[in-house]
């Protein structure tokens, strides 16, 4: 996973994806449009398909946004995707996850937080993300 792709030529903005690419802004709570985004708009018909995905998985459920970042950067982290890592990284200090806890999420894959089960959490999905089927109901049962 430590590849990252390069465009090979800008995306030619228009109208609508200028408007999709506020969206995804104005959603995440970002100034900028994240290339991950960027990069789909290369296919502003794969990118209108992706979006309504990925703006549901990031913004709604129960899990909030932070928690959500968090469980990105440590498993971004375990597995050397440091695209992912920095831009969840980012977005982590933008809603309110300490440098501190952020540093420790990249080094040892968890982090202390105010919340026992944001912790727990973190630890679930990190064991998960070491082995699909390492996962019990004990485990479940503790978040």
Known sequence: MNTISNMIAPVEMTPELEETFGEIKQALDAPFTP??????????????GIWPVMNHILTSGNVGRRLKEMIFVAISSLKSCHYCEKAHHAFCLSIGV???????????????????????AIDYAVKLAKDANSGTQEDFDHL
Not at 35 to 48: C, D, I, M, R, Y
Not at 100 to 118: A, C, G, K, R
């Open 98 to 120: 300490t440098p501190e806890q952020i540093d420790d999420l990249i080094t040892n894959y968890t982090t202390d937080t105010d919340d026992p089960s944001e912790k727990a």
């Open 35 to 48: 290339n991950f985004f960027t990069v789909w708009g290369a296919s502003p018909e794969s990118l209108k």
